[in-house]
């Protein structure tokens, strides 16, 4: 089974209206971490957001929050007021274990399109 | 410079040359991973070093041979590659003392094996 699932393969959304990107996991770890990065056509991966798996609230990151659904194992990834620099590859990923080195697992990324 | 820094950003080889890809972080981070990032797959991890020693191989060809000087260098050695190994790789480093201890990636390699 995969570990982290995202069934979106492209979004669309308008400049300035808001954006869902969904994400699921899987895990019987305890305790474990979850990423969203964002992958501008450059190549680049920039970390936008964590939520840990003890976190009782959910994070936030400027215009970027994490809808965390412990019971769902779901994570997904709030954009408000979406711009048309927000236009890349997103992806979820999970961090599984308390520390120790860093084993991520990516899922396969959602491609938004921001539309003027 | 500041991050992490990968060179070349893109490199065309043939089956039968060696060649290398050099990532350096300037963060101050203990641990250091290669990705590889092939159209419409999951990002793969490929190795990782923390504290200079190498403490993950996700099956990798030997073909690939990483390098861990030090904590800021990690070198990617390749040899007698296919043309299935054209892909994107990723260099990323982390600090592994502290939770929600995220990875800063570098730019990436475009390889291209012909």
């Known amino acids: 089974a995969q570990k982290i699932t995202q069934t979106q393969p492209g979004m669309f959304v308008q400049e300035k209206e808001a954006v869902t990107l969904d994400c699921t996991y899987d895990?019987?770890?305890?305790?474990?971490?979850l990423f969203w990065y964002k992958q501008p056509s450059s190549g680049e991966m920039i970390f936008l957001i964590y939520?840990?798996?003890?976190?009782?609230q959910n994070a936030t990151e400027g215009r970027y929050s994490l809808n965390f659904q412990k019971a769902r194992k779901s994570a997904n990834l709030v954009i408000s007021a979406s711009q048309l620099g927000d236009s890349a590859m997103y992806f979820c990923?999970?961090?599984?274990?308390?520390?120790?080195?860093?084993?991520?697992?990516f899922g396969t990324g959602t491609k938004l399109q921001v539309i003027p | 410079e500041t991050g992490v820094t990968q060179t070349p950003r893109h490199l065309v080889m043939g089956m039968t040359n060696k060649k290398s890809l050099k990532c350096e972080q300037h963060?101050?981070?203990?641990?250091m991973y290669w990705y590889k990032q092939s159209a419409k797959k999951p990002l793969e991890l490929m190795f990782v070093?923390?504290?200079?020693?190498?403490?993950e191989n996700n099956s990798v060809p030997s073909r690939f041979s990483p390098e861990c000087p030090n904590s800021s260098h990690l070198f990617l050695h390749l040899h007698t590659l296919q043309p299935e190994d054209s892909a994107l790789y990723l260099c990323?480093?982390?600090?592994?003392?502290?939770?929600?201890?995220?990875?800063?990636f570098g730019p990436g390699t475009r390889l291209t094996v012909t």
């Open positions: 990323a480093s982390s600090q592994e003392d502290r939770d929600g201890n995220e990875q800063y």
């Open positions: 895990t019987s770890d305890q305790s474990y971490g």
């Open positions: 939520q840990g798996s003890y976190d009782e």
């Open positions: 990923a999970m961090r599984e274990g308390p520390g120790g080195y860093q084993k991520v697992t």
């Open positions: 963060l101050g981070h203990n641990a």
């Open positions: 070093y923390n504290f200079k020693e190498q403490t």
